[in-house]
């Protein structure tokens, strides 16, 4: 577990008084102005640094200041280069500003402002630009992130990762304040805002619907993410914007010309049904180091622990893989582990073994070592006519993002990686990081939300076999080209979102106005399947130019995306970086006052300013141990313990044993829901057992159910229908949790129980009280 900075225990003044977000989202597209404001209330100059998140994805695109009443426009220039103006406008007495992003992450920025006179006020002024995915549920999601966890740094590692020297102060004691005013437009409408932040009620700005504005209520403080769930009234639907170029920047530059965004849903419907799917090999890696015993959300008094919700979800995971495939499941912290030496076949014995392994498993792996795993599971060979496909369960608190990207995308050819980062603070860079190196899809989750039904969601992409022959055709006015920006589409699963970023590039040669189209084409089981998206080639005048500062983002990630750091792609990646105006590891932005013609008087002081306390270091976890007949292996010797002190309990770091000086009660162990129990009784061949246990489940006594058993039908045969009747009364808003495992039981009593099923399904709701009809089933 890694500590959280070093608590602030004085009273030093905080120069940030506030922070203030005002946030454009058309359709997919969140546009971001966020304002810090600075004021001295000392007696000498400060310079102060603060160390915040952002998405992995978001564009950084411009920085400005408002100091003593002077404008300043930051420029971005070549790092090391905008580093040395900064310290040598110090060293001059000038007032200056830089905004850098930290090298060995894209998630993590660090702004700072040097030379602020006393009495002073200070604005900086950054923009952002960001594309929206939906969720599985069709919420488009936006997330100011807050929460800025400490990076784990690996054994060994010479680098120390900006997070540990943040300070922090208690929750709920913040001194500077944050506020959110949010602008929503969508052509299509849009339905509700949802968010676990409390919100002024959405109020629409013209009688359709398709614009309004919701804003966060008075009194929130930045210690939590700020996240909107925006429902529109038609979601998956495809779209095309042509964003004009930049007046003034060359023809023929990505700044220059217009810029395209095409937004895409594949729908493959030959996609194959749940349980049928024989064949893979299914690797699940968990996070168990001591964070994970955390809550995934303090705000929340009934949240689970992040560590119960994975076990629940690769329960539902373990009992949802159809026969016949192999799996293993992995255990990381500052050691890992593993149930097999390989993996092994799916069978019943196997697959009851697991389960009470799982049931068994704890958050007693001290740190975040998720490398050497990795390493080992690559080792392995993959089996023939089974691909691999791995899950990676973590809260995502690494400093070596880039170094495990890098491991995973050298071997993406061999599998696919579907992650999941769990709570608030999870790195964005590691869990999409992975996902995009290996072709698979990133999922999080934070608060009471659920992490089985997008575990769930993910399986079922799993266990589609992958798109191949992927390509674009164009069609175009003659005079005009598209040129694609970035890779393009390298993944297609049932329904996703895939963003296809293009260049237009020559002159259109007729007076005429006309459209343009591209059409996505790609091989599935023998198939070959095409979306087509028609746009028109009137482009769009935008201020901001979002849809430039994207392309530009998607550009700037497969030139800097894991692997080796070739010259080549550096240099076209500064370049780009500097045109366009979009930070990249190599660059920053630079502010400097030349205007003040004295120079600031006094010894300089320095404050960073402080971010909540991380509440997670204060769980206390025994040494860690492994389950009997548990392969493990040691990733690194264990780091000493050492501590800092907070309202008198000690917190340790990366201990064999961790002591405080207060120890919480133990979490009780909460009651099996009633689903989980059931999903638990399954066989691995998705049939059911007639006994005590299932009995006691639907509520009967086992000798109730034999004696109601329809004549000719088999006990197991009479108990799989009542447990699947039981799912569709019981469950019915859970259905995509256990929607899998029900296609494998189906497919397992088509198989034995004939034409003997509808007449089971009557009796069986009669003894349930229950009305499924047996069309709802399948049959």
């Known amino acids: 577990m890694t500590v959280c900075g070093l608590v602030k225990t004085s009273q030093e003044p905080v120069p940030l008084q506030s922070i203030s977000v005002d946030v454009v989202v058309q359709g997919f597209v969140a546009d971001v102005v966020s304002e810090l404001r600075y004021k001295n209330e000392e007696k000498n100059p400060v310079e102060v640094t603060f160390v915040f998140p952002l998405d992995d994805e978001a564009a950084v695109y411009a920085f400005e200041g408002l100091i003593g009443g002077t404008r300043i426009e930051a420029q971005i220039r070549e790092k090391k280069e905008a580093q040395q103006e900064y310290e040598d406008a110090l060293s001059e007495g000038r007032e200056a500003f830089l905004l850098e992003r930290e090298t060995n992450t894209s998630d993590i920025f660090t702004c700072s402002l040097g030379n602020l006179p006393p009495s002073e006020e200070a604005t900086l002024k950054l923009r952002y630009v960001q594309a929206l995915a939906p969720e599985p549920d069709g919420a488009v999601r936006f ?48 339905n509700r805002v949802e968010s676990k932040c409390t919100l002024e009620p959405l109020r629409y700005t013209v009688e359709d619907h398709t614009a309004a504005k919701v804003s966060l209520a008075e009194g929130h403080q930045f210690d939590r993410d700020v996240e909107l769930l925006i429902y529109y009234e038609e979601v998956h639907k495809p779209s095309a914007i042509l964003e004009a170029g930049k007046p003034g920047a060359a023809s023929g530059s990505l700044m220059g010309d217009p810029a395209l965004l095409v937004t895409l849903y594949p729908s493959l419907q030959c996609a194959p049904k749940p349980g049928l799917s024989a064949t893979g090999e299914f690797l699940f890696l968990l996070d168990r180091s001591g964070s994970m015993d955390c809550s995934s959300d303090y705000n929340i008094p009934d949240a689970p622990q992040r560590i119960q919700s994975a076990k629940e979800t690769l329960i539902l995971l373990l009992k949802s893989l159809p026969l016949g495939c192999f799996f293993n499941i992995y255990g990381f912290g500052s050691t890992y582990d593993s149930f097999y030496p390989q993996s092994v076949e799916y069978t019943q014995q196997t697959m009851s073994e697991s389960l009470q392994r799982v049931k068994d498993l704890g958050a007693d792996l001290g740190g975040t070592e998720i490398l050497q795993p990795l390493k080992a599971i690559y080792s392995q060979p993959c089996r023939e006519g089974h691909p691999r496909q791995l899950f990676v369960f973590t809260d995502g608190e690494v400093s070596n993002t880039d170094q495990v990207i890098a491991e995973v995308q050298r071997h993406s050819t061999s599998h696919r990686c579907f992650s999941f980062g769990i709570g608030e603070g999870a790195s964005t860079a590691l869990i999409k990081g992975i996902a995009r190196a290996a072709g698979g899809s990133a999922e999080f989750i934070t608060g009471k939300e659920r992490m089985q039904a997008k575990a769930l969601q993910s399986l079922k992409k799993a266990l589609q076999p992958a798109a191949t022959g992927i390509s674009l055709r164009w069609d175009l006015p003659s005079g005009l080209e598209a040129v694609l920006v970035g890779s393009g589409p390298q993944v297609i699963f049932e329904g996703q979102r895939s963003l296809i970023y293009a260049q237009i590039r020559g002159q259109h040669q007729s007076s005429v106005a006309s459209g343009g189209s591209v059409v996505l084409q790609y091989n599935f089981q023998g198939q070959t399947f095409t979306d087509t998206v028609e746009f028109p080639l009137q482009a769009e005048e935008r201020d901001r130019l979002p849809v ?112 405080a000086e207060e120890m919480e009660e133990p979490t009780p162990k909460k009651e099996e829901s009633p689903l989980l129990r059931l999903v638990s009784l399954q066989n691995a061949d998705g049939s059911w057992v007639l006994d005590s246990s ?61 034409s003997r099923l509808a007449d089971c399904v009557k009796t069986g709701n009669a003894v349930l009280g229950s009305s499924v009809s047996p069309q709802t089933l399948g049959l």
């Open 548 to 659: 430039h500062r994207l392309a530009a983002r998607a550009l700037l990630q497969d030139l800097e995306g894991a692997g080796e750091k070739e010259e080549e792609k550096q240099r076209l990646a500064l370049q780009t970086s500097l045109s366009s105006g979009v930070v990249c590891s190599q660059t920053a932005y630079i502010g400097v006052n030349t205007e003040k013609g004295q120079p600031v008087q006094g010894p300089l002081i320095h404050r960073d300013v402080p971010l909540s306390h991380y509440q997670g270091a204060m769980i206390k976890k025994r040494c860690p141990r492994s389950a009997p007949g548990i392969f493990m292996a040691q990733c690194a010797p264990m780091p000493k313990a050492y501590s800092v002190t907070l309202n008198d309990c000690a917190v340790y770091e990366g201990s064999s044993a961790f002591v």
């Open 143 to 190: 997330v100011l992130p807050a929460v800025l966890n400490p990076r784990y740094e690996p054994h060994g590692s010479d680098k120390n990762t900006v997070t540990k020297s943040i300070p922090r102060v208690p929750q709920g004691k913040l001194p500077y304040t944050l506020g959110l005013c949010a602008t929503l437009e969508s052509s299509h409408g849009i």
């Open 694 to 754: 299932l009995a006691s489940l639907l509520g009967l006594n086992e000798a109730e159910i034999t004696s109601k058993t329809p004549e000719q039908v088999a006990p197991n045969v009479w108990a799989t229908v009542l447990a699947i009747l039981w799912l569709h009364s019981n469950a019915a808003e859970q259905r995509d949790e256990w929607e899998l495992l029900e296609g494998k039981a189906l497919h397992w009593l088509q198989a034995t129980a004939g």
